[in-house]
């Protein structure tokens, strides 16, 4: 594994790379509460079968990449994921995300389908359909309860730090109760949690993109405006995922949305961090889609 540095004309980003130099690219978001060493199973994967994976550090999980501005906002993120585009020379790479990554995914995917041989997202359905289906799951109401909680003031702030991070660690095993996250990997993500400014921008995330005032339409959101990606796109849901409910997957991913193709894939027995509960099972649905053909568009 090795070290490069991305960078969108403003902020530089640490990135994780393996894989021949000259392999197709395939770049891997993180989401929360993650840093890039969650893809260390699909990096080894990819990088097996002849792939440049590349794995960046997501805005704001270090001091180089938090903006002055404190700009969150999921469209600014899809541009950096362009601008990585843009600097790596080449015009198109395969694009997975995870959690807020598969967010930043879809939206990447509907801003400049053409640099984007193929997208696949984990953990979280397409989000501008969201808000329209969420009410007809009660059971993600309660799953969505840390997202509202994170919309006050200063509380926030003091609750996830409290006791060594314990909220952010409890949230993770909630989510994915069949996997423990063994010590040394908790310690490097509390590590990127423990950073200069990276508190701030983790709850930005949910302040600047899932606010009430975003949900009710009052603030603009290119996430939830643009609902056509036309990109092929696999989307994998954990069978027992504690934060996105499964079946939200049926009702937000829509075939019209998705000209290019869609497949809804769900990994048995495994949660909302389905890449670490089953990894085998992710990785071989992950090379088998992004080793299929381009659709022309």
């Not at 508190?199 to 606010?211: D, F, G, P, W």
């Not at 998705?258 to 890449?275: C, D, M, S, T, V």
Request: net charge negative; charged share 20%.
């Amino acid at each position: 594994m090795e070290r490069i540095i991305l960078n969108n004309g403003l902020l530089a980003f640490t990135a994780h790379a393996c894989g021949p130099s000259n392999g197709p690219i395939v770049l891997l978001l993180h989401g929360f509460p993650d840093n890039p060493h969650t893809f260390k199973p699909q990096m080894r994967a990819l990088a097996d079968a002849g792939y440049r994976a590349i794995a960046p550090t997501m805005r704001g999980y270090e001091p180089s990449s938090q903006p002055a501005d404190q700009d969150y906002r999921l469209g600014t993120m899809a541009r950096d994921v362009l601008a990585w585009v843009d600097q790596l020379g080449v015009p198109s790479v395969h694009l997975v995300g995870h959690d807020w990554g598969a967010a930043v995914t879809y939206l990447a995917g509907a801003l400049a389908p053409d640099r984007f041989d193929s997208l696949t997202t984990m953990a979280v359905p397409h989000t501008p359909r969201m808000a329209e289906v969420a009410w007809k799951i009660p059971a993600q109401w309660w799953n969505s309860w840390y997202m509202s909680f994170f919309q006050l003031p200063w509380i926030p702030e003091w609750a996830i730090e409290r006791n060594d991070w314990a909220l952010l660690k409890w949230l993770s095993s909630q989510w994915s109760q069949s996997f423990s996250l063994p010590e040394e990997e908790w310690a490097n993500r509390r590590k990127t949690f423990e950073t200069d400014g990276v508190k701030a921008a983790m709850l930005a995330y949910y302040r600047q993109n899932v606010s009430p005032g975003v949900l009710l339409g009052f603030i603009p959101s290119e996430a939830l405006q643009m609902s056509t990606v036309p990109v092929r796109t696999l989307a994998m849901a954990g069978e027992l995922d504690g934060c996105m409910d499964s079946r939200l997957f049926d009702k937000t991913l829509l075939e019209e949305d998705f000209p290019a193709g869609l497949r809804i894939l769900q990994i048995e027995n495994a949660g909302h961090f389905l890449h670490l509960d089953a990894p085998t099972a992710v990785n071989r649905a992950l090379l088998d889609w992004i080793a299929e053909e381009k659709t022309p568009l």
